[in-house]
């Protein structure tokens, strides 16, 4: 991406604009399994479910053999690095960027929250409170969506010149928003703030890639995105490991507060060392 987008005002619009495929799914796919779920029964909507894959693997044999993965050299066994010591590289290049090492752990923090949360912890509020069914599950999963998409469409349309505040930002707007989720009870209000916490993905997300696209050489680029992928599935899914032993202790709404004042707590943490970086940047210059 940096090679067809040489500075970062587009760079940045480039990501997310390519981005906004992958959070139109998660707007449509819940919104629309809410919908159904309202004329047809459960089980006959896994019979649905399961027909999209066949039509996916259809479209993709359709594909041909022209774009068919071919290697192109050939890779002895001793040039094969294990996944451990793939990591360790990883962690080696980012270990030299502050800014990212940060940003890199209040994302797997994030993940972390959000696994449990969205995943489970919304499904609880939705099954045990708001008795809404797997309906509301779907239309709560598609508000999510929808404030990831809105908030993709305005970031491509920004020229943003702060990335490492925004980032903060997004980390914060994520938490005000699980901060309201964990109280609000007015259902359609309720599915608006899930809506308002989700604006906070794309400020993150777009920033760190942004980041490491413009500190890093291209051939490094995607080392260390992989490694910064594996830090945030690894924590979503400690996440959803202890989720149930927190849920079942304290409940899911104060569960959901918990971690959004610590993912809170952890952004403002970010943002005043920003601000701090700056006084000493412009105090030297």
């Known amino acids: 991406m940096p090679a067809i ?12 604009w390519l981005d906004v495929t992958r959070r139109l799914a998660v707007a449509l796919g819940p919104s629309t399994t809410g919908l159904l779920l309202a004329w047809i029964p459960l089980q006959h909507f ?83 409170e708001l008795d809404g069914g797997p309906a509301l599950l779907g239309y709560a999963t598609g508000a999510y969506g929808v404030g990831n998409v809105l908030s993709n469409v305005i970031l491509a349309r920004s020229d ?10 997004g ?14 009870t007015h259902v359609p209000t309720w599915l608006f703030v899930i809506g308002i916490s989700a604006l906070g993905g794309p400020m993150t997300d777009l920033m ?12 490094q ?35 959901i507060a918990v971690g959004a004042a610590v993912l809170a707590a952890v952004s403002l943490f970010g943002l005043a060392s920003a601000s701090r970086r700056e006084r000493e940047a412009t105090l030297s210059g």
């Open 171 to 184: 980390a914060l707007v994520a938490a005000i928003g699980w901060g309201l989720v964990s109280f609000v």
């Open 46 to 128: 896994f019979a649905v479910d399961a027909m999209t894959f066949v039509l996916s693997a259809v479209l993709i044999a359709s594909l041909g053999r022209n774009y068919a993965w071919r290697s192109e050299t050939a890779t002895s066994k001793t040039e094969r690095a294990s996944l451990i010591v793939e990591i360790r590289g990883a962690a080696r290049l980012v270990s030299g960027e502050r800014r990212l090492v940060w940003a890199l752990w209040q994302h797997a923090i994030w993940n972390f929250a959000l696994g449990a949360a969205l995943t489970l912890g919304i499904a609880m509020i939705v099954g045990s």
């Open 221 to 255: 680029i995607g080392k260390v995105y992989s490694f910064r992928f594996t830090l945030s599935r690894a924590a979503g899914g400690v996440g959803l490991m202890v989720a149930p032993m927190i849920y079942g202790s304290v409940g899911p709404r104060t569960g």
């Open 160 to 169: 943003v010149q702060n990335t490492t505040r925004m980032l903060h930002l």
């Open 5 to 16: 987008a040489p500075d970062t005002a587009r760079l940045q619009a480039a990501n997310a």
């Open 208 to 219: 760190l890639l942004r980041l490491i696209q413009t500190r890093f050489p291209t051939d």
